[in-house]
């Protein structure tokens, strides 16, 4: 039999997503944010990087700029209009204190109750495919940061006060997702959202965008939908605090 997932919870009204890359929340979980958006829910993202060595075909200094605008378009689809970028360098970022200490004051900034990163874990895609750097490092310090974010005496130099107020943490791409969301009424701003990484995806692929997309986000969705009963899902693993 099939574990059941866990609806994600709903007893919060603030929340702050922490990923890498443009385009990793669109790819993992923006049908749930435009769900949450909907309802009324604040969300905020924050990118450690600009995505600028993310575009085989266009150079750094022009890819940065052009994956930060995809961004924030995609981000608005999906009903978040707060979008932070904090100039690590696209593919080399590194799991240490001042990463954390970067992630703890976008903490200490938005003072979500909800917290969400991307798979930090080596494999993704049922451990076939070895996770990036990038990934595995800025979810690590993100789970750590929470913890750091409440306690004033580490990184006391950060001007922001302390926040102890994050209730959840909830990875989005996971294999061992434990939570999901019915994204129903979402889904078609998830398609959107991602396929506003236009030149991205063009770049990615030779299928037409809109297939590629629809194809992605739809069919994650559905394959998720048997251990939801039945209703198409983005899938967490949650921890609670």
């Known amino acids: ?29 923006a049908s749930a944010v435009a769900v949450w958006t909907a309802a009324g829910r604040e969300v905020a993202y924050v990118l450690a990087t600009r995505g600028e060595a993310g575009i085989d075909t266009m150079e750094p200094a022009e890819a940065g700029p052009v994956r930060e605008r995809e961004q924030r378009a995609g981000a608005a689809v999906a009903g978040v209009t707060e979008v932070e970028f904090l100039d690590h360098r696209d593919g080399v970022i590194e799991y240490g204190v001042a990463l954390r200490r970067d992630m703890a004051a976008a903490i200490r900034r938005h003072r979500p109750e909800l917290v969400i ?15 990036t750097p990038d990934h595995r490092a ?29 209730r959840y943490v909830a ?51 559905r394959d998720q939908a048997a251990r939801f009963g039945g209703r198409p899902a983005v899938t967490f693993r949650l921890f609670s605090r």
């Not at 434990?178 to 990615?204: F, K, Q």
Request: a negative charge.
């Open 117 to 131: 990163t991307l798979n930090h874990e080596d494999t993704w895609g049922g451990g076939t495919h070895w996770n």
């Open 1 to 29: 039999m099939t574990d059941q997932l866990e609806p994600m919870p709903e007893d919060w009204r603030r929340a702050l997503a922490i990923v890498a890359h443009p385009d990793d929340l669109e790819y993992g979980c």
């Open 138 to 166: 800025v979810g690590r310090a993100v789970m750590d940061a929470v913890a750091d974010a409440g306690n004033r005496w580490i990184f006391p130099d950060i001007e922001a006060e302390p926040w102890n107020g994050v």
């Open 171 to 221: 990875v989005a791409g996971t294999d061992t997702p434990t939570h999901a969301v019915d994204v129903t009424t979402g889904l078609e701003r998830g398609v959107r959202s991602l396929l506003e990484h236009r030149a991205y995806i063009e770049a990615l692929t030779d299928e037409d965008p809109e297939t590629y997309v629809r194809t992605f986000v739809e069919g994650i969705a």
